[in-house]
């Protein structure tokens, strides 16, 4: 079945340490996002990507870094500059057929600094 | 920029009652509309959604929205709530111009059904 893959599902983390969350999809799209979850703050995004080796700073992208050399896979890096990295990650995928489509979601991975 | 608002942070109706989930969208041109359901600790789930057409447009579950031009708005209903409708519900909005790529959510509204 086609779809998006988050891992792991729960991660821990001691402060100052870095940790890469992982986003894979294999829907064939083009277009990648990661969301940060916050309760009561809605879905805030970190970083997108339209096309493999490019991507873009969302509204809160400080304190992370992502990279995107397979078309498949969009992994998120939390550095120890990220203030308060406890929060519940969201990646998802769309088309980029000139206009935006609608979005796939993975099933999110909880992060938690211990 | 285009922004959502949510107004209700909470609702509960008593299950087979009606349900209506408000919201406002601002935007300079013609938007596509979202909306989103998520269960505790899972991904988001598209109901519905509007590109251009017809106003009423439906989605899975039963659920319905309704395009309002006149007052920015995009509202969710369902005539009869069951209690698996228990969850957090999401309203998006994209910019429909050229590069416009990016969701931009609501705060979500939860929803709570009374047996």
């Known amino acids: 079945d086609g779809g998006i893959t988050q891992s792991p599902k729960y991660l821990f983390r001691k402060e100052g340490q870095n940790v890469t969350l992982s986003c894979e999809q294999n829907l064939n799209h083009d277009a990648m996002y990661w969301y940060r979850q916050d309760p009561g703050q809605g879905l805030r995004l970190i970083y997108y990507s339209q096309i493999v080796n490019d991507f873009q700073k969302g509204d809160i992208a400080e304190g992370y870094s992502v990279s995107r050399e397979k078309k498949e896979s969009f992994p998120l890096t939390v550095t120890s500059a990220q203030k308060n990295p406890t929060a519940f990650y969201l990646c998802?995928?769309?088309?980029?057929?000139?206009?935006?489509?609608?979005?796939?979601f993975g099933q999110g991975t909880r992060l938690t600094v211990v | 920029a285009q922004s959502v608002t949510q107004p209700d942070i909470h609702i509960t109706v008593s299950e087979g009652a009606s349900l209506e989930l408000r919201c406002n969208y601002s935007y300079g041109a013609t938007p596509y509309l979202f909306w989103y359901v998520q269960s505790p600790g899972q991904g988001l789930q598209l109901l519905l959604k509007y590109f251009s057409g017809d106003t009423l447009v439906q989605g899975i579950k039963g659920f319905e929205a309704e395009f309002k031009r006149s007052q920015s708005s995009f509202n969710l209903r369902k005539p009869s709530v069951h209690w698996s409708d228990a969850a957090e519900y999401f309203c998006a909005v994209v910019g429909s111009g050229a590069g416009s790529y990016q969701l931009t959510f609501g705060k979500g509204t939860k929803l709570s059904v009374i047996p």
């Open positions: 998802a995928s769309s088309t980029r057929e000139g206009v935006a489509t609608e979005a796939f």
